[in-house]
């Protein structure tokens, strides 16, 4: 762990980040010693702090922490973590600020080997997404929604989430495509959600092989009379869906297709 | 500074507060060595904690580390964090998972003087609050609205929000009371906002002293033409408004009353 590219795994108690939430994240694979779509990665971490006013650490920097750490580590999750750093005073951010970064790395999760054959059980959440503009899209630091709608679905491999106005958005950690007459529909993430590196790679691939894609609003009823579902995230990478809300699907046929194209990008 | 009881200002990179912003907290006065309403503060500390399923720590163990840094810092603004703790993995809580909290320490602000007597400057910021009733009235850690709203009105006292429906609710960092035809009215805090514990006791004053107090929907329409406006927060007390939105008010009366009464409770 490298907390400002010192080794540690402390960070201050003053730190905005903890206080308010005020930062931001990313979550990546670490294969045999390499790290996939860092650059990519490092293309959200560096919109994200700019959509904050959150001073962004140098690629090339962040480049070299990382490569420090893979020798030792080279099959993990690594996150980093960029905050707006110390805290002055109030809510107000200082236009100085000098922010945090945090090299983390934990084991690769090992998920049931049926999930990635036979797809998945997802479930629809209780809770609904808060509507907020100026954070949609932002994989942020304030995920107090994702830690509600987790705690609902702990037995099934994601849960889906609606937002307040009850469009489908994502799932708690991972986004959601579905394909329908041979297009291939994700939610618009304007009003709330997180866009995925995975998310960007699926749809920039589709469009590649010449599929219609579509990125906009999806009501629950599209969802369940779609001819397949699947979740993307940069950790499992695709999973079809199996069941959901009393349907089953067998069909995985697309998501075969884009899963087996990306693997061999 | 005690971090779980012993002194120091570092915490863990893989507590849930920051990560997630998987915590709540409280902010409050000590003069003279004594910390104003400590037990109305530990109390909404313990409903937020309960509402967000985090084990809190018990009364009389806070109130010893309490106690134990009154003498060193008699005149203070303390806060209080506590958060769900340490991450195991993902975003769903452990049933078991062992609270993390934090007393941090800062010098009283030093307000314009003029503030008190005249008023201050109210600015109806751009941001709107999104709605989430799970979260709403808790004073979690998942604070960006505020950091955003904070930095559009940092040359003026406070900023006011609005919520998505276009509803007043809350400053950045104080909640709001309007006073109409001799009734006191403020906002409903159930679709978002924080419930503050100055809040609480304005309310409770003016019952006591027979004023008809009401809570509920308050459109900016009637906030402009109030008799008086009035801002509470645990730190500054209470300020009249003097200007907001080209209107300006001179008559603080029942502004007035109530602090003073809160003064001699």
Redesign the interface.
């Known amino acids: ?1 490298l ?1 400002n590219g010192v080794p540690g ?14 930062g931001v ?1 990313r979550t990546l694979c670490v294969i045999n010693g390499h790290a996939e779509h860092w650059p990519l990665h490092y293309q959200k971490l560096q919109h994200d702090c700019n959509a ?2 959150i001073h962004c650490p140098d690629f090339a920097g962040l480049t070299a922490q990382l490569d420090s750490l893979l020798v030792d580590h080279a099959n993990a999750v690594y996150k980093i ?1 960029v ?2 750093g110390l805290a002055t ?5 200082a236009p100085d600020a000098v922010s945090t970064h ?1 090299w ?1 790395i ?1 084991p690769l ?1 090992e998920y049931p080997k049926s999930w990635l054959k036979q797809g998945v059980s997802l479930r629809l959440c209780e ?1 609904r997404l ?3 503009p ?2 949609s899209g932002i994989k ?12 609902e679905c ?1 037995d099934v491999a994601e849960g889906l989430l609606l937002d ?1 106005g009850g469009w489908v958005i994502e799932g ?2 991972s986004n959601v495509f579905l394909v329908s007459a041979g297009r291939l529909i994700t939610p618009d993430l304007s009003r ?1 959600g997180v866009a995925g590196v995975q998310r960007d790679r699926v749809i920039a691939y589709a469009r590649k092989i010449g599929m219609s894609v579509e990125v906009r609003d999806v009501a629950l009823a599209e969802l369940l009379a779609a001819d397949e579902i699947f979740l993307t995230n940069s950790v499992f990478g695709l999973w079809s869906v199996a069941t959901f809300e009393q349907r089953d699907w067998t069909d995985f046929s697309c998501a075969i297709q884009i899963r087996t194209g990306l693997e061999d990008e």
């Not at 795994?9 to 005020?22: A, E, F, T, V």
């Not at 005073?89 to 951010?93: L, M």
């Open positions: 762990m907390v795994n402390l960070i201050s108690i003053r730190d905005r980040g903890l206080l308010y939430g005020d994240f904050l006013g973590i905050t707006r005073r109030g809510y107000a951010p945090i983390d934990f999760p809770l808060s509507v907020q100026r954070l942020h630091l304030n995920r107090m929604e994702n830690v509600l709608a987790a705690a702990n307040v708690t950690r709330c």
